[in-house]
């Protein structure tokens, strides 16, 4: 099992900046692992905003590129989501994901709203 703690939503105004945290604890393996970050808003899917791999390559949603960055701390098992520019449809229920082959872990999801 896995744990995921998620840490950093809340309300923002448009334009502003956000930090979300997620700290992987348990059986996390020290290998090749994907840590990321996906949304939820109302009515909608859930889809992938960004991830990470261990090894350092990164993936981000079209909708965010060159405005939120991941990053991680492998010595932590720690990962995170710096938001800037946020904007209205940025609103949504914040995931935290972490994934070693079949094994695939959610966080409970942190609220972020961003008011126009």
């Known amino acids: 099992q896995v744990q995921l703690v998620e840490s950093g939503g809340g309300l923002v105004q448009a334009g502003g900046s956000l930090r979300l945290s997620c700290a992987a604890s348990?059986?996390?393996?020290?290998?090749?692992?994907?840590m990321g970050w996906y949304r939820q808003a109302p009515g909608k899917q859930r889809e992938l905003v960004a991830d990470?791999?261990?090894?350092?390559?990164?993936n981000y949603a079209d909708t965010v590129k060159g405005r939120f960055t991941i990053s991680r701390d492998n010595d932590k098992n720690t990962v995170y989501l710096r938001m800037n520019g946020l904007k209205p449809e940025d609103t949504a229920v914040y995931y935290c994901n972490w994934r070693f082959l079949e094994h695939n872990y959610w966080g409970q999801g942190t609220q972020e709203t961003v008011s126009s």
């Open positions: 990470m791999f261990s090894g350092g390559r990164r």
């Open positions: 348990g059986n996390v393996f020290r290998g090749r692992n994907v």
